[in-house]
């Protein structure tokens, strides 16, 4: 089998892929200097189906400033594409990589609805997705444990964290299995069982993430799904402590449940975006479910730490 790659001189970021890669555009926030710089890379996926990838790496740490400039950029590039038809409607886009979220929530924001913070210098905020609609967050579980954490140090005063992401064109792919590799919390019989180590997720500082995306299938017919917005739901940030966007992508009843089916919160969505008050609910994991006029349901994880 053959491989395919593609990068940026001097990143660390990079698509390596079977399929061959049709172009690739070097995201660099500093032009110049290529450890300010993400790939993204078309994928030739056979027939006249492809996939544009999104490998990021983002500023570590306390440098918020150049971290919300990449994914600006990110979102601008996007926009522009979208606008101009080198990113054609039917081709659906993965962003996905060490993202480094750990300061201002508005980078989950313009990770997956677009918003950018420097308009004057970005343009105007546009929605990522080919419906007009944000993103969906993949969140894949990590195994062991009862959460979606990528970033785990035992000796570290940083309690474990969600770094890394994959987020996807939930209009036109559809998410299947997806987990974040964390073999000290698997039993001896999990490990032996996978063919696993109980240090083999030790290979990075961050543990590696898995996700599996498919094409939408089509209807019954032959079509291509119908037109209009795909229901969907983004939430951000996630995990957060005291307040949550819930993003849905048409009108529909949204209800969110705790972990024994309890409902914690409901409202009537319009194709917009709710505040949510999250400061009094006791930490853990939410499902947030949406709900149509035509009896269209889709949920989404939301975790609440302290």
């Known amino acids: ?30 032009p110049g200097r290529g450890t300010s710089c993400n790939v993204a ?8 189906r492809r996939l544009y990838v999104v490998s990021m790496h983002t500023p570590c740490c306390t ?7 990449e994914f600006d950029l990110l979102a601008a590039h996007l926009r522009d594409a979208r606008a101009s038809g080198a990113l054609a409607p039917s081709t659906p886009v993965v962003v996905a990589g060490d993202m480094n979220m750990v300061g201002d929530r508005r980078q989950i924001e313009t ?34 444990l009862p959460a979606d954490v990528t970033w785990v140090d035992a000796g570290s005063s940083f309690g474990p964290g969600r770094l890394d992401y994959v987020v996807y064109s939930d209009a036109l792919l559809d998410a299947g299995n997806g987990f974040a590799l964390y073999t000290p919390a698997l039993t001896a019989a999990e490990l032996a069982q996978a063919g696993l180590e109980a240090g083999d997720s030790d290979v ?4 590696p993430l898995v996700q599996d995306l498919a094409f939408r299938t089509p209807t019954a017919s032959g079509e291509a799904p119908a037109s209009g917005p795909t229901l969907s739901v983004a939430l951000w940030p996630n995990p957060t402590a005291d307040r949550a966007t819930v993003a849905v992508s048409r009108a529909a009843r ?24 999250v400061s009094g609910w006791a930490p853990g994991r939410y499902l947030v479910r949406a709900t149509d ?5 889709t949920t989404a994880g939301l975790a609440v730490a302290r």
């Not at 890379?41 to 006249?48: E, H, K, S, T, Y």
């Not at 990075?204 to 543990?207: E, K, V």
């Open 1 to 30: 089998t053959s491989w395919f790659g593609t990068g940026v001189s001097g990143s660390d970021a990079m698509v390596l892929a079977r399929y061959p890669v049709l172009a690739t555009v070097a995201l660099c926030e500093e």
């Open 41 to 48: 890379a078309l994928l030739d996926l056979g027939g006249d």
């Open 63 to 69: 440098n918020d400033t150049d971290r919300q400039a």
């Open 111 to 144: 990770l997956l609805a677009g918003v950018i913070a420097d308009t004057g210098r970005f343009g105007p905020s546009a929605a990522p997705d080919a419906d007009g609609t944000p993103f969906a967050d993949a969140a894949p579980r990590t195994t062991g």
């Open 204 to 207: 990075s500082d961050h543990l």
């Open 254 to 277: 949204v209800v969110v449940t705790d972990a024994l089916g309890r409902v914690v919160a409901s409202w009537d969505a319009a194709g917009d975006r709710a505040e949510v008050d």
């Open 293 to 297: 006029a035509r009896g269209t349901t």
